[in-house]
């Protein structure tokens, strides 16, 4: 499978953000923080996130850089902070990852050196925040205006490719995309508020752009708890 292109935009909103003091000057690259760990709660079925803001060791913080495409291998649910500026757009996001809760494998994930972008090769991640930008593999790439939330998914069990619009979405978030290895291009918005995506299997067959199935919002489910803790 070649290079398929997302791209999910959303009108930018002119408000402050959170994060805005990262971005005061210009950034060769990517910058990228380990920000904590959402895990299994003890005796219960729900999640709870340890923020690594919040956690030392021997008065050292957990919390940490990291250096972009080195990969993330980990049976763990991981989040990452990035930000960079660049004369034509500030990136602030950050991302939440990991193997997929009903397979038993690692998630495994890596940033560009260069660009912000979040290539997943195993599991999942979910990006919100200003322009957030993901890949599967090498064969899709996504981006994000400010607010939008997307899931990004390999199943490597069937070898497809999933982008998610989530319900939370803005009804006007739009996702244009390009699929090179089928020469196709569209666009889908969050339509009726119920969420919508697009899959490619390993045929390069393509799969919507349709409202949620009932298999998608199925597995939607076993990961919103997890990023839900994070955020």
Sequence with gaps: MKHLRLLVMLPMLLLPVGCASHMNAMSVGPNMKLTGVVAKSAGGPGYAFADF?????????????????????????????????????DYDFFAVFGPD????????????????????????????????N??????????????????????????????YL???????????YEISCNNGSGAFTNA??????????????QTGPMPLDPAAIAWLATVEPIYSEAE
């Design 53 to 89: 803001d919040k956690s030392y060791y021997d008065s050292k913080s957990f919390r940490r850089d990291v250096l972009p495409h080195k990969p993330f291998e980990t049976t763990q649910y991981v989040k990452i902070e990035l930000f960079q500026h660049t004369p034509a757009k």
């Design 101 to 132: 809760p009903n397979v038993n494998e690692e998630g495994s994930t890596r940033m560009n050196n260069s660009d912000p972008v979040l290539q997943v090769d195993s599991g999942w991640a979910y990006l919100d925040g200003d322009n957030p």
């Design 134 to 163: 993901a890949k599967t593999k090498s064969d899709w790439v996504s981006a994000g205006a400010q607010g939008t939330k997307i899931v990004v998914r390999v199943d490597n069990v069937t070898n497809t490719h999933y982008v």
């Design 166 to 176: 989530l319900p939370s979405n803005a009804p006007n978030a739009a996702v244009n």
């Design 192 to 205: 009726g508020n119920t969420g919508w995506f697009i899959s490619i299997d390993s045929a390069c067959n």
